[in-house]
């Protein structure tokens, strides 16, 4: 048998198995050393292909996809630094648990510590951030080594979605020629249908005895709360809903909890938090004697402090599979379960939890506080970065996603994002909290056609602006408000600002860009707004837009910094003069 027959049907089987085992989309960025994945995904039938010429983009735009549609999407990329140029990616979908398949070319093996061109070491070169590693045999035809091309096809798909999802990394040795011939017969080996390593499911329970335990220790505790993190499950906002209506609870519901939008019972979804859990007297008088929390650690480092200022409260951490995301350093019970099937339980147990009334009271009535301000919040027609996610929250269409980029983006939009009947999906790359593939995680996110918003601040935009390729060549809509504070504007909250002589050199960054002449290079639509009686209008123009609609708001970083702190001021006041 020639080399480009075993070539081919190597290659055409893993391709293949992949299909039947769920991973159905592939961003490809171009290269020769991965002609044989590259064209053959493009043969199957069934494989949605995009082609991102830019591997860094392109890895974050397959992140912004999988965590959108919630399901696995495989990267290819050539050999050398391409395939390192996915590592930001792969570290975020690795704290973030987003499943990716990633698929790197490889010179073979006689190639490789000889000085050969584009080849450097990709044995295990994302380390841990991978869940399985594997290196693909040299390609061959023999039925048995198609039959293995096909298992570990399928164990990629199946372990990056196993468990907590995250990426895996197949390696593919090539030797040239390298273009697969598309003519054999039966190119696509097997004619069933069902995946070469089929599972069968089940979600995780809480028996009896553990739900009665569980109970059995809160029983006493008048002071407790639910607190909900950023997590993707968007059905289980009516079971947390639910169960805190049971027990008479507060939620503190982060803004990527899937739980401050949508139509189910919202009276005790406490919003504010982060406004009033600033002031230490505030969270010294708001003691618990248990915190629950669902997902990730909140965004609001006030709540980190509100943690670990109250070590001594029973603390438990509910996670679907497994995982230790404790930050505060606290003693903590973590609960492994299903989420949603965990508040049902407790929920139908023969007896709750009895809450004192006046502690749910409290924290409504600061709540109220916090929302009446930030509301009504003005800046004399100026808009601030505050007032712009507030608008952008009024302005987003129903059954939307908003994708939100991160340091002040999320955090503003942790404060001004107030319960809302919309069903909104809201989505961040919060595994590392990094700046970079904003634009094409996004687009990634914008894909499928929902209308979406990208919230984010001028520096992610900046890094990111070659992923602003992807809508211009697949016709993606996508609005962005571009929040431009010219630098570094996170940076004027936290005490590096005091340092006067060095502030704006290395945390100010102040970059001075024109960012229309790329916007108009990519085809995007451009609109700079400075007032706050303009914004909601041309947001509302940006959603009937087709391509890429950039609203540009530009703020001072000083005076947004100092209308910040007036807002937390005068919530402090009142409620403090309340007391």
């Given at each position: 048998?020639?080399?480009?027959?075993?070539?081919?049907?190597?290659?055409?089987?893993?391709?293949?198995?992949?299909?039947?085992?769920?991973?159905?989309?592939?961003?490809?960025?171009?290269?020769?050393?991965?002609?044989?994945?590259?064209?053959?995904?493009?043969?199957?039938?069934?494989?949605?292909?995009?082609?991102?010429?830019?591997?860094?983009?392109?890895?974050?735009?397959?992140?912004?996809?999988?965590?959108?549609?919630?399901?696995?999407?495989?990267?290819?990329?050539?050999?050398?630094?391409?395939?390192?140029?996915?590592?930001?990616?792969?570290?975020?979908?690795?704290?973030?648990?987003?499943?990716?398949?990633?698929?790197?070319?490889?010179?073979?093996?006689?190639?490789?510590?000889?000085?050969?061109?584009?080849?450097?070491?990709?044995?295990?070169?994302?380390?841990?951030?991978?869940?399985?590693?594997?290196?693909?045999?040299?390609?061959?035809?023999?039925?048995?080594?198609?039959?293995?091309?096909?298992?570990?096809?399928?164990?990629?798909?199946?372990?990056?979605?196993?468990?907590?999802?995250?990426?895996?990394?197949?390696?593919?040795?090539?030797?040239e020629p390298l273009i697969p011939d598309f003519s054999?017969?039966?190119?696509?080996?097997?004619?069933?249908?069902?995946?070469?390593?089929?599972?069968?499911?089940?979600?995780?329970?809480?028996?009896?005895?553990?739900?009665?335990?569980?109970?059995?220790?809160?029983?006493?505790?008048?002071?407790?709360?639910?607190?909900?993190?950023?997590?993707?499950?968007?059905?289980?906002?009516?079971?947390?809903?639910?169960?805190?209506?049971?027990?008479?609870?507060?939620?503190?519901?982060?803004?990527?909890?899937?739980?401050?939008?949508?139509?189910?019972?919202?009276?005790?979804?406490?919003?504010?938090?982060?406004?009033?859990?600033?002031?230490?007297?505030?969270?010294?008088?708001?003691?618990?004697?248990?915190?629950?929390?669902?997902?990730?650690?909140?965004?609001?480092?006030?709540?980190?402090?509100?943690?670990?200022?109250?070590?001594?409260?029973?603390?438990?951490?509910?996670?679907?599979?497994?995982?230790?995301?404790?930050?505060?350093?606290?003693?903590?019970?973590?609960?492994?379960?299903?989420?949603?099937?965990?508040?049902?339980?407790?929920?139908?147990?023969?007896?709750?939890?009895?809450?004192?009334?006046?502690?749910?009271?409290?924290?409504?009535?600061?709540?109220?506080?916090?929302?009446?301000?930030?509301?009504?919040?003005?800046?004399?027609?100026?808009?601030?970065?505050?007032?712009?996610v507030r608008c952008l929250m009024e302005s987003i269409?129903?059954?939307?996603?908003?994708?939100?980029?991160?340091?002040?983006?999320?955090?503003?939009?942790?404060?001004?994002?107030?319960?809302?009947?919309?069903?909104?999906?809201?989505?961040?790359?919060?595994?590392?909290?990094?700046?970079?593939?904003?634009?094409?995680?996004?687009?990634?996110?914008?894909?499928?056609?929902?209308?979406?918003?990208?919230?984010?601040?001028?520096?992610?935009?900046?890094?990111?602006?070659?992923?602003?390729?992807?809508?211009?060549?697949?016709?993606?809509?996508?609005?962005?408000?571009?929040?431009?504070?010219?630098?570094?504007?996170?940076?004027?909250?936290?005490?590096?600002?005091?340092?006067?002589?060095?502030?704006?050199?290395?945390?100010?960054?102040?970059?001075?860009?024109?960012?229309?002449?790329?916007?108009?290079?990519?085809?995007?639509?451009?609109?700079?707004?400075?007032?706050?009686?303009?914004?909601?209008?041309?947001?509302?123009?940006?959603?009937?837009?087709?391509?890429?609609?950039?609203?540009?708001?530009?703020?001072?970083?000083?005076?947004?910094?100092?209308?910040?702190?007036?807002?937390?001021?005068?919530?402090?006041?009142?409620?403090?003069?309340?007391?």
């Amino acid at each position: 048998m020639s080399h480009i027959e075993a070539l081919t049907r190597y290659t055409a089987n893993f391709v293949d198995e992949l299909v039947k085992s769920g991973v159905t989309e592939v961003v490809i960025s171009p290269g020769s050393r991965s002609t044989p994945l590259a064209m053959t995904i493009v043969e199957h039938a069934d494989m949605k292909q995009w082609v991102i010429i830019d591997e860094r983009s392109a890895a974050f735009f397959a992140l912004g996809r999988a965590k959108k549609s919630k399901r696995p999407v495989a990267i290819v990329c050539t050999s050398g630094t391409a395939a390192a140029n996915y590592f930001p990616a792969i570290v975020e979908a690795h704290y973030s648990r987003v499943p990716l398949v990633v698929l790197t070319a490889d010179r073979p093996h006689e190639l490789r510590d000889v000085g050969a061109p584009q080849s450097i070491d990709q044995l295990k070169m994302y380390g841990d951030y991978v869940k399985w590693f594997h290196e693909m045999a040299i390609p061959d035809a023999d039925p048995k080594m198609l039959d293995y091309a096909r298992r570990k096809a399928s164990r990629a798909a199946h372990s990056a979605t196993e468990g907590n999802a995250g990426p895996v990394h197949v390696n593919f040795p090539f030797r040239e020629p390298l273009i697969p011939d598309f003519s054999l017969e039966n190119l696509w080996g097997s004619i069933d249908n069902s995946s070469y390593f089929p599972t069968i499911n089940g979600k995780k329970r809480l028996d009896h005895s553990a739900i009665t335990y569980l109970l059995g220790k809160l029983q006493t505790k008048k002071r407790g709360l639910i607190v909900c993190g950023p997590q993707i499950n968007e059905d289980l906002a009516e079971a947390i809903t639910a169960l805190a209506a049971r027990w008479n609870v507060p939620i503190l519901a982060d803004p990527l909890s899937q739980i401050r939008s949508g139509e189910h019972y919202k009276d005790l979804i406490i919003e504010g938090y982060d406004a009033f859990l600033r002031n230490e007297a505030v969270r010294k008088k708001l003691k618990p004697d248990f915190i629950i929390r669902f997902g990730a650690m909140p965004v609001s480092k006030a709540f980190l402090f509100y943690v670990k200022e109250h070590m001594d409260a029973e603390q438990y951490i509910v996670e679907e599979h497994s995982g230790y995301r404790e930050p505060a350093g606290n003693r903590t019970e973590f609960i492994y379960g299903d989420a949603q099937l965990l508040c049902e339980d407790l929920k139908a147990a023969d007896h709750g939890v009895a809450i004192d009334k006046n502690w749910l009271e409290e924290w409504q009535k600061m709540n109220q506080i916090a929302k009446k301000h930030l509301i009504s919040a003005t800046s004399d027609g100026a808009v601030t970065e505050g007032i712009a996610v507030r608008c952008l929250m009024e302005s987003i269409p129903e059954a939307s996603t908003l994708y939100v980029g991160n340091s002040m983006a999320i955090r503003d939009l942790d404060t001004f994002y107030m319960t809302t009947p919309k069903q909104l999906s809201i989505l961040a790359n919060r595994g590392a909290n990094g700046i970079d593939g904003m634009v094409s995680s996004g687009l990634g996110a914008a894909a499928n056609g929902q209308p979406t918003t990208l919230l984010l601040g001028d520096l992610s935009f900046f890094h990111d602006m070659n992923g602003l390729l992807a809508a211009k060549h697949y016709n993606i809509n996508l609005t962005i408000v571009l929040i431009n504070n010219d630098g570094g504007g996170i940076f004027s909250f936290l005490p590096q600002q005091k340092e006067k002589d060095k502030f704006e050199l290395l945390f100010g960054t102040s970059h001075g860009i024109d960012f229309s002449h790329a916007i108009t290079m990519y085809g995007g639509e451009h609109h700079i707004v400075t007032r706050e009686s303009e914004l909601m209008d041309v947001l509302f123009e940006s959603y009937q837009y087709e391509g890429v609609s950039v609203v540009e708001v530009k703020t001072d970083r000083t005076s947004n910094m100092e209308w910040h702190r007036t807002q937390w001021s005068r919530i402090e006041n009142e409620i403090l003069k309340g007391e």
